[in-house]
């Protein structure tokens, strides 16, 4: 069955780093876009980042252009979200997920998702 297993949360102070990781098993992972989404505590799910299959295009939500970057590592089936500058805004549960075809900001479009890692930002 598929899986997607993320890694690299932490707690961390703000104005550091962090880089997730996201390996998938049991799908082609060169057919898939890949994306990060977060959920706070007491809010909804919302888009961060994701990438295109081919490595070719990308998406990032306003709130972390600029500081977070995705990338993808077709041969490890692995697809990376690296965030800098973190901020407390950030604290989060982080899931990465999986769809077919083109780039999306909707995460019903998608069709795996992982467990989650938590991400939380300290002032």
């Known amino acids: 069955q598929v899986q997607l297993v993320e890694s690299g949360g932490g707690l961390v102070q703000a104005g550091d780093s962090l880089r997730l990781s996201c390996t998938a098993s049991?799908?082609?992972?060169?057919?898939?876009?890949m994306g990060w989404f977060r959920q706070a505590p007491g809010k909804e799910r919302e888009f961060a980042a994701a990438?295109?299959?081919?490595?070719?295009?990308?998406a990032y939500a306003d709130s972390v252009k600029g500081r977070f970057t995705i990338s993808r590592d077709n041969a490890k089936n692995t697809v990376y979200l690296q965030m800098n500058s973190l901020a407390p805004e950030d604290t989060a549960v982080y899931y990465c997920?999986?769809?077919?075809?083109?780039?999306?900001?909707?995460?019903?479009?998608?069709?795996?998702w992982g467990q989650g890692t938590q991400v939380t930002v300290s002032s």
């Open positions: 049991g799908l082609t992972f060169t057919l898939y876009t």
């Open positions: 990438i295109h299959w081919s490595g070719g295009n990308s």
């Open positions: 997920a999986a769809k077919r075809g083109y780039v999306s900001l909707t995460g019903a479009t998608y069709d795996y």
